[in-house]
């Protein structure tokens, strides 16, 4: 079993930037890849960053050169820094993990960003 708790989000206006963090109870080593998705009420849920293993990164074309998405293996998290918010950037940020081996994922219970124009 994989937790993952998610903290960072909250309002800021157009422009401004908020780092949003995943604490992830088992060992980083185990899990192939993080990701972080958004969701608005009445929509999909769409990929935001990718990041596996190996480092490699992926990001949704709508937040690219805005968005970075990172690990930090020694404190067991990762990160989704976001910069140049856009009132489009509004939703509620989940963070996703895929248990290497298994393929199994796991979902953080998300964080509210709300950006205001």
């Known amino acids: 079993q994989v937790q993952l708790l998610e903290s960072g989000g909250g309002v800021v206006e157009a422009g401004g930037s908020l780092r949003l963090s995943c604490l992830v109870s088992?060992?980083?080593?185990?899990?192939?890849?993080f990701g972080w998705y958004r969701q608005d009420p009445g929509k999909q849920r769409e990929m935001v960053a990718l990041?596996?293993?190996?480092?490699?990164?992926d990001y949704a074309d709508s937040v690219k050169d805005r968005f970075t998405i990172s690990r930090d293996d020694l404190k067991n998290t990762v990160y989704l820094q976001m910069n140049s918010l856009k009132p489009e950037d509004t939703a509620v940020y989940y963070c996703?993990?895929?248990?290497?081996?298994?393929?199994?994922?796991?979902w953080g219970q998300g964080t509210q960003v709300t950006v205001s124009s």
């Open positions: 990041i596996t293993a190996s480092g490699s990164t």
């Open positions: 996703d993990a895929e248990l290497s081996g298994t393929g199994w994922r796991y």
């Open positions: 088992a060992s980083i080593f185990s899990i192939n890849r």
